[in-house]
Every structure is written in structure tokens, then in C-alpha cells.
């Protein structure tokens, strides 16, 4: 009698297609009854980025505006020195003098009235 080669279960060799077929009928199984979370998942990370994109997008926006307000508090300081300039005494003489009126020489006389 011939002795019988052992060879190890681990080491007998399966079926390739059955092997396949069962790894893919276990992954489609899988996918199909975790679909529920897997398109959980999705939206949420749908979410995730139009969240990221709205902040940036706002953040844009804040310094946009930010950069408006220094504009106009420029402005607003050099419109303000220029007011402030131009009703000085000196210069609003300047500015009526074409017309004809003058300043005042003798301080303004006060006007009362008697009840009767």
C-alpha cells in the first residue's frame, strides 16, 4: 500500500469562482442592507462641504465689508477735517466776502421786549 500524502485543509485548494461568488454575494448583501447608513453618510458629508463653502463664502464677505468700512472712515475723517476747516472764522469770512457781508465789528446787540 501507497501512504497517503496529508495535506492541510488550509492548504487545499478551493474553488476560484465559488470563492468569488460567495465574497460577492456576501459584499452585495452587505451594501444593500447598509444602504440606509451609506446614503446617511453621503448627506451628511454633502452637508459637511456646502457647510465649508457658505463659511468661506461669508468669511469672504466679512472681510469685503470690513475693508468698505475703513474706506468710508477714511472718507468720513477727511470729510469731517474738511468741515471743520472751512467753519473756521477766517474761512468763512473768505467764503461771504463776494456777497458783500462782512464780520461784525461791535458785539451783537440784545432786543427786549416790554410785556404789556
Wanted: aromatic fraction near 8%.
Amino acid at each position: 500500500m501507497e501512504q497517503e500524502e496529508h495535506i492541510p485543509v488550509a492548504e487545499l485548494p478551493d474553488e476560484p469562482e465559488q470563492k468569488k461568488e460567495w465574497r460577492l454575494r456576501i459584499n452585495y448583501r452587505a451594501i444593500t442592507q447598509n444602504m440606509p447608513f451609506i446614503l446617511f453618510l453621503s448627506a451628511l458629508a454633502l452637508i459637511y462641504i456646502a457647510n465649508s463653502h457658505l463659511a468661506e463664502k461669508k468669511i469672504r464677505q466679512i472681510n469685503k465689508l470690513g475693508r468698505e468700512i475703513k474706506e468710508l472712515k477714511w472718507e468720513y475723517l477727511n470729510v469731517k477735517s474738511e468741515l471743520m476747516f472751512r467753519s473756521k472764522m477766517s474761512e468763512v469770512s473768505k467764503s461771504v466776502e463776494p456777497w458783500g457781508l462782512k464780520p461784525l465789528s461791535s458785539p451783537p446787540q440784545k432786543i427786549v421786549l416790554k410785556k404789556q
